[in-house]
């Protein structure tokens, strides 16, 4: 006999109530309540099947991705986490089992980044599978998109790329089946499973003029930030740090290249500082074991960041970044 699914009372008591905070009252009330200190800096983002992950991903890497996904903009604000709210719409053929295996990773990764969770909602639907979190930090300084100035820095965390080859990879694109084992391994993995850079927060809040997260491509958050800063950029395509798995894939097929440049889901740190601030930014990413580069300068103007190649030429992308729309 098929196992009885829980009611929805029993799905928050014995799935998602172990996750809470003590400010989160046992999920027992419909609000909960959060510690103050420091400016509160709150984001919220939805993954939703068949859009931001494959229907048949395990379920505890779509619970760590939705919740990283949030930790990734804390990060790039400058915030510690403190909190969580999950929304959770499960389609109708959910079971026990899935559920226990998505709180399983959702607890792993609520622990492992001191993010609890203090409430939300569970609901069915008629569509596919959706998780909404939304997540709350506190920083001593929020480090907005507007702050870059001609003459700073742009830089760059981790490896760019990655995650919108990887995606490439798991639809089963011809370059992936021509890659290595352990290049196919690097992309997927960083597609399915993204990297806040917490490390990074407080070196941000310390020293950065702008700052956001990589979701939507690197090109085009880079021109969401300027428009924001009321600036340009010029940018040296041969500086944008790649892994080598995606220098791999690459050689294969030179014009994935734009693709690692535009793609999104890469959830590394893109901030601009002055040049003084360069050496402690740098010697706290050493600190942190995250890598930072520098890419380019911020310009006057309001034009679109430029891209320049090898050869001095200004890079045309036929799509810069990634939308929905």
């Known amino acids: 006999m098929a196992e009885r699914r829980f009611s ?29 200190g420091a400016e509160l800096v709150v984001t919220t983002d939805a993954v939703i099947a068949g859009v931001h992950f494959f229907p048949d991903d395990p379920p505890a890497l779509i619970a760590r991705k939705a919740l990283r996904v949030n930790l990734s903009d804390l990060a790039a604000k400058g915030a510690e986490p403190v909190g ?7 389609p109708a053929d959910w079971t026990n089992a899935w559920l226990r295996d998505f709180a399983a990773g959702l607890a792993a990764d609520a622990r492992d980044f001191a993010c609890p969770l203090y409430g939300g909602d569970t609901t069915a ?26 003459g700073d820095l742009v830089l760059v965390s981790g490896t760019i790329g990655d995650a919108a080859l990887g995606l490439g990879a798991a639809r089963g694109e011809p370059f992936a089946g021509k890659l ?12 399915r499973l993204p990297q806040p850079r917490l490390a990074l927060a407080a070196a941000l809040r310390d020293h950065a003029s702008a700052a956001m997260d990589v979701s939507d491509g690197l090109a085009g958050d ?21 892994s080598q798995a995606a220098r791999e894939a690459v050689a294969l097929e030179p014009a994935l290249l734009e693709r690692a440049l535009t793609g999104g889901d890469d959830y590394e740190l893109l901030c601009c500082a002055p040049p003084s601030a360069a050496a402690p930014l740098e010697h ?6 995250v ?11 309001r034009e679109p960041p430029a891209f320049i190649g090898r050869d001095g030429e200004q890079s045309r992308f036929e799509k810069p970044s990634f939308s929905h729309f």
């Open 8 to 36: 929805e009372d029993e799905l928050i008591a014995q799935i998602f109530a172990p996750l809470a905070a003590e400010g989160g009252l046992g999920l027992a009330d419909d609000a909960a309540v959060l510690p103050a």
């Open 222 to 242: 880079l021109a969401k930030l300027l428009r924001a800063s009321g600036a340009s950029a010029l940018v040296e395509i041969a500086r944008v740090p790649l």
């Open 284 to 289: 706290a990413a050493r600190a942190s074991g």
């Open 84 to 90: 969580f709210l999950l929304t959770l719409a499960l």
């Open 125 to 150: 639907t008629p569509g596919p599978l959706t998780v909404s979190i939304t997540a709350f930090g506190r920083a001593a300084r929020f480090v907005p998109r507007s702050g870059a100035r001609p």
């Open 291 to 301: 890598a930072l580069t520098e890419i380019g300068v911020v310009a006057a103007g």
């Open 180 to 191: 290595g084992e352990a290049a196919r391994t690097h992309l997927l993995g960083r597609y």
